[in-house]
């Protein structure tokens, strides 16, 4: 079983930038990705950067791609996400996840079943 902690979120200004972290702690050697999610009011939720621990691959999603940066610390078991230039309409509950196995269901995405989630910090970005 993994648990996974989200910590860094908070209030910014449009283009200020915060740096979200993903401790991940208990049995932490049966994942292959970390991804990062958010999920506005009223939206569905958003898969927005993947990393691979294997090779360190990423993926981002449109929406973020040039703006923010995922990486990770496997001695330490965290992965970070870098926002950079941030706009209001990034304001959403970010989450990460890894593809753990496990009973029950996942949410799928980018072909891996995300089975492990954190409890979700909150981004507002705003003047």
């Known amino acids: 079983q993994v648990q996974l902690v989200e910590s860094g979120g908070g209030l910014v200004q449009p283009g200020g930038s915060l740096r979200l972290s993903c401790a991940a702690s208990?049995?932490?050697?049966?994942?292959?990705?970390t991804a990062w999610f958010r999920q506005a009011p009223g939206k569905e939720r958003e898969g927005i950067s993947f990393i691979s621990r294997s090779d360190g691959s990423t993926y981002y999603a449109d929406s973020v791609k040039g703006r923010f940066t995922i990486s990770s610390d496997n001695a330490k078991n965290t992965v970070y996400l870098q926002m950079n230039s941030l706009k209001p309409e990034d304001t959403a509950v970010y989450y990460c996840?890894?593809?753990?196995?496990?009973?029950?269901?996942?949410?799928?995405?980018?072909?891996?079943?995300?089975?492990?989630w954190g409890q979700g910090t909150q981004v507002t970005v705003s003047s």
């Open positions: 208990g049995f932490t050697l049966d994942w292959f990705a």
């Open positions: 996840a890894t593809d753990s196995s496990g009973s029950g269901g996942g949410y799928t995405w980018l072909g891996r079943v995300f089975r492990s």
